[in-house]
């Protein structure tokens, strides 16, 4: 009898030693399981705050651009497309940097973008004449420019640079003194050349790649022309070569009729705005590899 009594007694106490141990077991994994829940939860508000906050931000792009008064024009864009990569052709459409950026500049304001491809010295009066309503072609601001048209806050910093051949004697800026140097007419390389070397010295093209064949012809002993469309050429032609040292530095803006205040502010605000998102970066990213 004690012998049963003893065995119940020891059956009660694993049942409670057994009970006491899931009891610990629940305990703690219930806490882990918790804070599992609770991070999943904290993730999915987070999502859900981005994404509402997107959303308002368009929202409100959609507002500022239903506001602004040249919300359902279309906007006259003065460019020549000789100019990669900031304006050039690709088939029978125009592309480029300021391309890309003329668009976001105009779909900010909620109007449309239309093309017209002139001679670079002919930009201005285009703007002047209000055949254009704005100007966007690597254009440089500067203080005779400044007396014809307004011009909007920088949106790019561009370099002139020195293509010559590879056997050149040319090593330097100052051995391009006494050489003929070709240039893109009504650029600054153009206006800067014949400034610093003489307008004796300076062959006008009306094209940059025309003036890049004229070099490696032999016709000239230089070019001048910005960086960028400087790469693109060198790339494209052998036994030409860039000169390490730049030639210029320069800043690009757009511009506008003078006077034109309402178009220039709008513009203003809006390169502010593809700047402070970071599609202003984007779009120069998209034509440009860092090297």
């Not at 906007?75 to 890309?100: Q, R, S």
């Not at 094209?207 to 050429?233: C, E, M, R, T, Y």
């Not at 032609?237 to 220039?264: F, H, P, Q, R, S």
């Amino acid at each position: 009898m004690k012998k049963r009594w003893l065995g119940l007694a020891m059956a009660v106490m694993m049942a409670a030693s057994l009970a006491g141990c899931s009891s610990q077991t629940e305990e703690t994994e219930a806490p882990a399981e918790t804070e599992a829940a609770a991070e999943t939860e904290a993730a999915e508000e987070e999502t859900e705050a981005a994404a509402e906050e997107t959303e308002a931000a368009a929202e409100e792009g959609e507002e500022a651009a239903a506001e602004s008064p040249f919300a359902g024009q279309t906007l006259i864009m003065a460019t020549n497309a000789e100019f990669p990569p900031y304006e050039y052709h690709e088939g029978n459409d125009i592309i480029g940097i300021d391309v890309d950026i003329a668009r976001a500049i105009c779909a900010e304001m909620g109007a449309e973008l239309e093309i017209t491809d002139i001679a670079f010295d002919s930009i201005i009066p285009e703007v002047q004449s209000d055949k254009a309503d704005f100007a966007a072609a690597g254009m440089t601001v500067t203080e005779d420019r400044q007396t014809q048209v307004d011009f909007s806050d920088t949106y790019a910093t561009g370099v002139q640079s020195v293509i010559v051949t590879e056997d050149s004697e040319i090593q330097t800026i100052d051995d391009l003194a006494g050489k003929l140097i070709g240039v893109q007419q009504g650029t600054t390389g153009d206006i800067y050349s014949s400034d610093d070397f003489g307008d004796e010295n300076v062959q006008r093209f009306s094209k940059g790649a025309d003036a890049v064949q004229a070099l490696a012809s032999g016709k000239i002993d230089a070019v001048i022309i910005d960086n960028k469309p400087a790469q693109v050429f060198v790339s494209e032609n052998e036994g030409l070569k860039l000169l390490d040292t730049a030639y210029a530095e320069e800043e690009y803006a757009i511009a506008v009729k003078k006077g034109n205040t309402e178009l220039l502010d709008a513009i203003n605000a809006s390169i502010a705005s593809l700047k402070e998102s970071g599609e202003l970066d984007e779009i120069v990213a998209k034509y440009i590899v860092a090297e």
